[in-house]
């Protein structure tokens, strides 16, 4: 098993500037970043900030999630080489259920694909 230690120790405020820049060189906006996080985690403008303040650690930010949306397993293909569906350890696939999110809005995709309601 891989160890995503470092991974999980860094700053969900050091990764969330890269979110935003991906999806603005594509003409996407802050906000629709903002609403794919509150969508896959339940946590709100007010929330957002607190962890960015607080540099809360990836583990932490969605460990602490107050709810992964129930249709985040439909969140399927593949991330950095790996397809998400088939990633065992939970943080870590929570982390790429968000970066694949991230990958469709900067590809064009719809926001209401992209949230599997």
Known sequence: ???????????FASV?????TKAE???KTKAEVDEIIFWLTGYDEKDLQRILDEKTNLETFFAEA?????????ITGVI???RVE???EQPMQKIRY???LIDELAKGKKMEK???D
């Open 1 to 11: 098993m891989k160890d995503y230690s470092r991974v999980y120790k860094m700053s």
């Open 16 to 20: 969330y500037p890269h979110y935003i």
């Open 25 to 27: 060189k594509k003409g």
């Open 66 to 74: 107050p709810q992964l949306n129930p249709n985040a397993s439909k």
């Open 80 to 82: 950095c080489g790996y």
């Open 86 to 88: 088939d990633i065992e």
């Open 98 to 100: 968000l970066d694949k």
């Open 114 to 116: 992209i949230l599997r």
